[in-house]
């Protein structure tokens, strides 16, 4: 009977089933047209019925869901009788399933690594270190890989001898941050009074630019270009260095300078050799209006080598053939008419230290006394001491209690012998096992058998998933009392997680992966055609969509929300990119929307257009693919090998639309291209900044200025098409009737790839056909109340996909 | 006949100060090295493309009339070959760059549906080659760790961004108390991945059979780790090579690309003069920032999709007119610096090329592709009908020319040869 070769263990029944009910109707219904030289070219004559063959099994999926979305046979063909479609379907879903299961051997998850991040979170909540040690402790350790799925999929997951390396070497450096004795670093206060300042004295009428750079005020000096913050104002220009790593006061007290309208007072953390600074990252910025001077506060954590800059931003700058202008030979700064500001004074102070030794020492060496100097005292033995501390920290790091049966403390503690032999200090002696630990595959790896997760294995899954991270004390409490697992109990801590400010690492790694959002700044938009680009709005872009997501968790907000929503959060700076009058300060905050305004929901967010666009030009084609992969979960088919690709062009002779209508007439392309093409035609409306607009720009080309070349403006081109039809034939005349239609058709499908996403993401491992009927029992849950999304999270963690394995 | 010594016995070896011929004994690769003539590796790849109508020639075959960026190393014409029409099969990826990280690997479709990538050219080289030089590879960027070179179970070796501290690895010997720290921390290090072995197994007998497959590859990472560790730490006990330059300034600024891209290009024949590797590769990166290049006023990527606007492309060209000049006088270096065995360029291999042939339009086709020096008969243009023969077939020749036994690398079909 069977046609294919001998299949063995769950194949061989499977073959049975398969043969009996599901094969006949195939045979009877499908093979006309999916035969061996038939016009499409999945041909079902060959199919084979070993379903532990992956490629066959993702066929007889593929037939699965066809039928049971009753697409096939289409509805031209002759229909079979319902009966023996539901009879295969029964037939099919249950092979399918139980091949599903022993593809895996009974376990979703295999063992799952921290990510890169997860080690830094760890690191700082475990070490009791600083968040910027934990960061850059993460970046010592192989990148993660694109793998195109979530990066705490374990089958994503690789281990090389570079990734044992790098975790000896971070958790070296790790220690050498957590563990200080000696002294205390002395505590500076560090001031820069500009108005006194030298160096600006002997930059004041230095050939810059044209002359001068600077204007000199009683009380200040007055910057005036963002370039001169390269090399002027900086800390270390003035002669301030970073003797110690650690966080610091940075104040600066400044006014604005003829100015109408708001200036940025910006600061930034950077580095420099000579007198030239490489302004690496912005760490603060403000709006000055009026004649109301400010004085701003930060901490930032800072190293030796950093330095400290304040710049200007948004300045209002005459035009190079303006006679108030500045960039011209002949003319000097003190005649500039335009805006500035003016800058009195820069106070840094610290390191900050709150007790010495460091909170972190005093945790990791419990019982461990110290004298005056900082320096250890111990009360018993060296071995005694450091057996107590391996023991306390080993069981935070392995997030359960040691293994005896194995020896697992001893193995660790035993490391500290030979040190401890040849003399070495205690503190030496004491790093060997704690660094052991921090490589240790019971630190690396979340471990849990096949079946239910015991309480150990659940605090830690939930405390990754939603703090990326370790479980707190209250966690691992519960889990040692049994407590967690009890279903109220289990609800309770999630609130109390989502309460915790440790909730903003998911939302900001789950936008990153799910929505691309760490994909922001993989390209700079063209200053001659988008010159309203700059850092601010980059920064407030990714903070807008990370706050608003933030929000549809804390506030319950249904998953509509993430369609269309009437609020969004916005800076000034974001808020004119948008169009949205009466928003002062750089201080990102809830607005409500304009019942007009093209703004709302995830779609019409800067930072999704920026994301989906090349930084010069946009193209429907990425952008609908973002709308079918990372909104509705249909990611469409990549192109056959060897297709072209559409040929950016700025010159304004032809659009997007037009060159793209080329390939949907094709027969071969149309076919994806009607799905993936019109949601991208909805978003054309924006640009590759996400701004809203009705015209494309066209390239002004360059212009010079005697030694200066600089982007001429740009014109005004072709007219937008944001109109489009989707492939069900419904037309939309724009991004608004485009989302009216996603939420009327769509938002179970948009819930569905979220639940879905949520528990990948969560449980390390994809969503297969063995798992989707739970997934769709979490979706029953949440569908009478438009799938709020506090709630979609708490239905995920009690779900049994999330509390087994 | 010495006998090697079994490195656990090195390892128990007290103290720091170990006799050289010792170690000679204990790494019989040294004594081969210094015999034989060494074959050298350098890959360099322009991540945002060339200008592909300022670049391929005409003509093919040893008569080519030389384009524009080629006229600015036609001095060396005999010192390269150059190929049209090759490329690496299925390199859509999941972001229109990825075909960055699969130039040195060929691996399909990077970044989409559980992608893995595969070792890279520069890694099958550096582990054939092991520990004959204090580093079997050196990976360089220009801004950020990303590399194109990868490990056999896909992980990105993370590249050196800054001059000064590859030359201090390389050539600064550091403190007696910096070099004791190292030798102690090396010395923990040996002796946590020995207990970590042992708790590995005991762990493993606790854990599914699916994990034990986790357990064991983590187990064969740890192992290979703690070989390296030995080979590093004999490497430690060694002097490093004094070399007749300054330690380089930190070039802090990312609008300074050339720069940055010349400061690498100063170390690279170093690095080969002083054998402290064979295999090197650079990976000039996208900066993001408008580069410092007289009369370029967008960044290199934006310019790269100069959607046929003149004016940028006129940009473009200032740019990687610069770079491929750049290329030019590393090849004059290379020239010019001999060791025992006679110039650098004969023995060393150079790849310099990009992952995209058209980078307005992200296509990954007839990609740009010169193989300079290594002892190869050069000054032809080698031309393949169609646009995506597989480069990978070059790769095997190049392999094949460092001494690596291999028939076979990524995608390809068999060995390319010219003469």
Redo the contacts between chains.
């Keep these: 009977m069977a046609v294919v070769g001998v299949a063995v263990g769950a194949g061989t029944a499977s073959s049975q089933s398969l043969e009996d009910a599901a094969k006949p109707l195939v045979r009877e219904s499908c093979v006309q047209c999916h035969g061996v030289r038939t016009v499409t070219p999945l041909n079902l004559v060959d199919l084979g019925s070993d379903l532990t063959d992956h490629e066959t099994f993702k066929t007889w999926e593929k037939v699965y869901d066809r039928l049971q979305r009753g697409e096939m046979p289409p509805a031209a063909a002759r229909q079979p009788e319902p009966a023996v479609v539901e009879t295969a379907l029964a037939a099919l879903k249950r092979e399918l399933t139980d091949a599903n299961w022993a593809t895996?051997?009974?376990?979703r998850t295999?063992?799952r690594r921290l990510t890169r991040l997860e080690y830094g979170y760890t690191i700082q909540d475990l070490l009791k270190v600083d968040e910027a040690i934990g960061a850059e402790l993460a970046?010592l350790l192989?990148?993660e890989?694109?793998?195109?799925?979530f990066d705490t999929?374990?089958?994503?997951q690789?281990?090389?001898?570079?990734?044992?390396?790098s975790y000896?070497e971070a958790a070296?450096r790790a220690l050498d941050a957590a563990l200080v004795v000696g002294p205390p670093p002395p505590v500076e206060h560090r001031r820069i009074d500009y108005a006194k300042s030298p160096v600006l004295f002997g930059l004041l009428d230095c050939d810059f630019l044209a002359c001068g750079a600077i204007v000199k005020l009683d009380d200040a000096y007055v910057t005036i270009s963002e370039v001169s913050s390269?090399f002027m104002f900086h800390s270390l220009s003035e002669g301030v260095a970073i003797p110690y790593p650690g966080r610091y006061r940075v104040t600066v007290d400044a006014y604005p300078y003829q100015a109408d309208t708001p200036v940025t007072l910006t600061l930034y953390r950077?580095?420099?050799?000579g007198g030239?600074?490489?302004l690496d990252e912005l760490i603060g910025a403000w709006d000055l209006m009026g004649d109301a001077p400010r004085t701003v506060e930060v901490t930032p954590f800072l190293r030796p080598g950093d330095l400290v800059s304040p710049a200007l931003a948004d300045n209002d700058f005459p035009g190079f053939d303006s006679p108030d202008g500045y960039f011209a030979p002949e003319r000097h700064a003190r005649d500039y008419k335009g805006e500035g500001i003016a800058l009195k004074a820069m106070t840094i102070e610290g390191p900050l230290l709150d007790t010495w030794p460091p909170p972190s020492t005093r945790d990791l060496l419990t019982g461990v006394g110290f004298d005056e100097d900082g320096y250890v005292q111990l009360t018993k033995t060296p071995r005694e001491h450091i057996a107590d501390i391996v023991e306390r920290f080993a069981t935070r790091a392995f997030r359960r209690p040691l293994n005896e049966a194995?020896?697992?403390l001893e193995?660790?503690v035993s490391?500290a012998e030979?040190l401890l032999a040849e003399g070495r200090p205690f503190i030496?002696a004491v790093?060997?096992p704690l660094?052991?630990i921090l490589?240790?595959?019971?630190f690396?790896?979340q471990?849990s058998?096949?079946g239910e997760l015991d309480d150990y294995a659940l605090a830690t899954r939930l405390s990754y998933f939603l703090w990326r991270s370790l479980p707190d004390e209250t966690l691992f409490d519960l889990a040692s009392a049994g407590r967690l697992s009890d279903a109220s109990e289990l609800a309770r801590q999630v609130d109390r997680m989502l309460d915790d400010p440790k909730t903003q690492r998911f939302v900001k790694d789950f936008a990153g992966q799910a929505f691309r959002l760490y994909?922001l700044?993989?390209?700079?938009?063209?200053?001659?055609l988008y010159p309203e680009y700059d850092d601010r709005l980059g920064q407030a872009m990714e903070r807008e969509t990370q706050l608003f997501l933030a929000e549809l968790v804390a506030e319950d907000h249904g998953v509509g929300q993430l369609i269309d929503s009437d609020f969004t959060f916005v800076n000034r700076r974001l808020a004119e990119h948008y169009g949205i009058a009466g928003i002062e300060d750089m201080q990102m905050r809830k607005v409500q929307l304009a019942a007009e305004s093209p703004r709302g929901g995830l779609l019409t967010q800067a930072a999704i257009h920026k994301i989906t666009a090349?930084?010069?030009?946009t193209s429907p084609i990425?952008r609908g693919n973002f709308v079918l992969s990372n909104l509705l979960g249909r990611p469409a088919p990549?192109?056959p090998?060897?297709v072209g690709?559409?040929?950016?062009?700025?010159?304004g002779t032809t659009t997007i639309r037009e060159q793209l209508d080329a390939h949907r007439s094709s027969p071969v392309c149309a076919n994806c291209h009607r799905t993936i093409d019109p949601p991208g035609f909805a978003l054309e409306a924006f640009d590759p900044i996400g701004g809203f607009r009705t015209n494309y720009r066209v390239?002004g080309?360059?212009m010079t200025f005697g030694d200066f070349?600089?982007?001429a403006p740009y014109t005004q081109g072709a007219p937008v098409d944001a109109t489009g039809v989707t492939p069900g034939g419904d037309a939309f005349s724009d991004i608004e009737e485009y989302k009216a239609l996603l939420l009327n058709r769509e938002i179970e499908q948009v819930a569905r790839h979220l639940t879905s996403q949520l528990i990948v993401y969560a449980t390390g491992a994809e969503i297969e056909f063995a798992d989707r009927d739970s997934v769709e029992r979490v979706l029953a849950t949440l569908s009478d109340r438009d799938y709020p999304i506090r709630a979609m999270i708490q239905e995920v963690v009690k779900s049994d996909l999330f509390r087994s394995n | 006949m010495t006998i090697p010594v079994d490195r656990r016995t090195f390892l128990r070896a007290s103290g720091v100060a170990l006799a050289l011929p010792m170690l000679e004994s204990m790494h019989p690769a040294l004594a081969r090295a210094a015999a034989a003539s060494p074959k050298r590796m350098l890959n360099i790849c322009n991540t945002l493309g060339l200008y592909s109508d300022s670049w391929f020639p005409k003509m093919a075959g040893a008569g080519y009339e030389a384009t524009e960026y080629l006229s600015l190393i036609d001095a060396h014409r005999d010192n390269y070959t150059l190929f049209s029409g090759y490329a690496h099969e299925e390199q859509s990826g999941r972001q229109p760059h990825n075909s960055e990280i699969t130039f040195l690997t060929s691996a399909r479709r990077p970044g989409l549906d559980g992608f893995r990538n595969t070792i890279s050219l520069d890694q099958v080289a550096a582990n054939s080659l092991g520990y004959v030089t204090r580093f079997p590879s050196v990976t360089l960027g220009t801004l950020t760790a990303q590399s194109q070179s990868f490990t056999t179970s896909g992980a990105m070796v993370p590249a050196e961004t800054s001059p000064a501290e590859v030359f201090r690895k390389l050539f600064l010997q550091g403190t007696p108390e910096e070099v004791e720290r190292e030798a102690q921390s090396l010395d923990d290090g040996g002796s946590i991945l020995d207990r970590l072995k042992t708790q590995t197994t005991a762990l493993r007998r606790r854990v599914s059979a699916t994990d034990q497959r986790t357990l064991d590859a983590y187990f064969e990472a740890v192992r290979t780790a703690e070989e390296n560790l030995g080979e590093v730490k004999a490497w430690q006990q060694r002097p490093k090579p004094v070399v007749d330059m300054a330690r380089p300034e930190e070039i802090p600024n990312p609008a300074d690309l050339v720069a940055r891209v010349k400061a690498m290009f100063s170390l690279i024949p170093l690095i080969f003069e002083t054998d402290s590797s064979r295999v090197v590769s650079l990976m000039i990166q996208d900066h993001g920032v408008v580069p410092n290049v007289q009369g370029v006023t967008s960044d290199q990527h934006s310019l790269s999709h100069h959607g046929q606007d003149d004016a940028k492309i006129e940009q473009l060209k200032k740019v990687e007119h610069q770079l491929v000049e750049a290329f030019g006088g590393l090849l004059t270096d290379l020239g010019a610096k001999s060791d025992a065995n006679g110039p650098l360029l004969d023995q060393t291999t150079v790849l310099f090329g990009s992952n995209l042939g058209n980078a307005n339009a992200h296509t990954s086709t007839d990609l740009p592709i010169l193989v300079a020096g290594g002892g190869f008969s050069h000054g032809q243009h080698i031309v393949h009908g169609g646009d995506n023969a597989p480069l990978c077939n070059l790769y095997v020749t190049l392999l094949q020319n460092l001494g690596v036994e291999s028939d076979q690398f990524g995608q390809s079909t068999g060995t390319l040869t010219w003469g």
């Design positions: 895996r051997a009974g376990q295999s063992l970046t192989p990148a890989a694109d793998s195109g799925g999929v374990a089958v994503n690789s281990m090389s001898p570079l990734h044992v390396q000896l070296d390269t950077g580095s420099g050799t030239a600074a490489s194995d020896g697992e193995a660790y490391l030979p030496d790093r060997v660094r052991a490589s240790a595959p019971p690396l790896y471990a058998a096949p994909e700044r993989a390209t700079s938009p063209d200053p001659g090349n930084g010069t030009t990425p990549p192109p090998p060897g690709t559409v040929e950016p062009n700025t010159r390239s080309g360059m070349t600089l982007p």
